[in-house]
């Protein structure tokens, strides 16, 4: 099916097409442009209409040649998370959840969107895990609303941790289990896959923007400044005598204590099985020492996922993407759904 991914970022709008060329995944169309100020955030029909100018402007300029689209919903607005139950069919166990959610939901039912998946089933210990999502109607309205503004048919609402593991279980190894980091910029989404499963999953709202405003306040900084030598220097000791390393440090290890606690209790729960790698997506991936830092305090290698690794790209074309393809993680794995 000709369909392309859309990842409405609160800094950035990502917009990737991948198409099957003789038999290989192949890049065709993909690009960013910059989220309005207000973007996704506000209700006011003119910052709505903004995003729409902006998405509409951002499949002009690179020629997407269909109008229908799978989206992301953002992690931090979304409540997802894997459940163990016993063995049970689809009927039951949609009965089931409909009369259980509650105890696993922390939104009235009645003003959610309930979805779910089966991921694995193990007949030894007739227990089933299973993915629920939740996620509020106010939300898939809003973005519904807005993609049917641009012209566009929507397949599907997912969101980014789930995009982005889709893509990453298409490029490990069946038999290793990771944990995937999406470092966004409002939150920080987690999941741990084993054999390309779900096994958890799981967000906090610590990302990217609170960086940058913990730097601006520290050094006394402006937020474009902020930002900036956030890039530059990021969670290097050496640099600029380490200041933005010491005023970002502490929630980067608010974020290392949430990897601790999810790694922990997946070894709890699996103590045959040992978590690989560290996989790390999102515009935060790209923080100058993150990969190292994560290495280092826990003791996992930590790397900066490739989205494109084992895609066929036409490097010529996309050279002035090739340096950002982390910040298209969730896109691309929006396009590849229904490949």
């Known amino acids: 099916m000709d369909v392309f991914g859309l990842d409405l970022g609160t800094s950035l709008i990502k917009a990737v097409q991948l198409k099957q060329i003789k038999g290989k995944v192949t890049l065709v169309e993909a690009g ?44 931090s607005k979304v409540f997802s998370r894997v459940i163990e139950l016993p063995i049970l069919s689809d009927q039951e166990l949609k009965d089931a959840l409909q009369w259980e959610a509650e105890q696993y939901i922390p939104f009235p039912l009645e003003e959610v969107n309930l979805d779910f ?22 939300l898939v309205t809003k973005y519904t609303g807005i993609l049917k503004s641009i012209g566009l048919f929507t397949l599907a609402l997912e969101t980014e941790i789930i995009a982005v593991s889709r893509l990453i279980s298409t490029q490990i190894s069946s ?3 990771v944990m995937v980091i999406n470092l966004g ?3 920080t989404a987690f999941s741990i896959l084993k054999k390309g499963s779900f096994s ?15 730097v601006a306040h520290e050094l006394g900084f402006d937020i474009e400044r902020a930002e900036e030598y956030k890039k530059t220097y990021g969670l290097e000791e050496e640099n600029l005598e380490g200041k933005v390393l010491t005023a970002i440090k ?43 830092y994560l290495t280092q305090n826990l003791e996992i290698e930590t790397q900066i996922n490739n989205p494109w690794a084992g895609i066929v790209v036409d490097e010529k074309k996309f050279a002035h993407l090739m340096g950002e393809s982390v910040l298209f993680a969730a896109a691309t794995g929006l396009a590849l759904r229904d490949l």
Request: charged share 20%; proline share 6%.
């Open 200 to 214: 958890f999953v799981g967000s906090i709202s610590n990302g990217g923007k609170a960086l940058t405003r913990t």
């Open 185 to 187: 910029s409002n939150s």
């Open 32 to 75: 960013s442009i910059s989220t309005p100020p207000k973007g996704l955030i506000s209700d006011s029909p003119l910052d709505q209409e903004a995003v729409i100018q902006a998405v509409k402007k951002l499949l002009s300029e690179t020629k997407i040649s269909t109008d229908k689209v799978n989206a992301a919903l953002p992690d």
């Open 175 to 177: 038999d290793k289990t």
């Open 250 to 292: 502490p929630l980067i290890d608010k974020i290392v204590q949430e990897i601790r606690k999810a790694t922990s209790f997946y070894r709890q729960e699996n103590p045959h099985d040992q978590i690989s790698n560290l996989i790390l997506t999102g515009g935060t991936a790209y923080l100058p020492g993150i990969a190292s």
């Open 117 to 138: 998946s089966t991921i694995s089933k193990n007949e030894e210990t007739k227990k089933m895990q299973v993915l629920i999502v939740a996620a509020p109607i106010r």
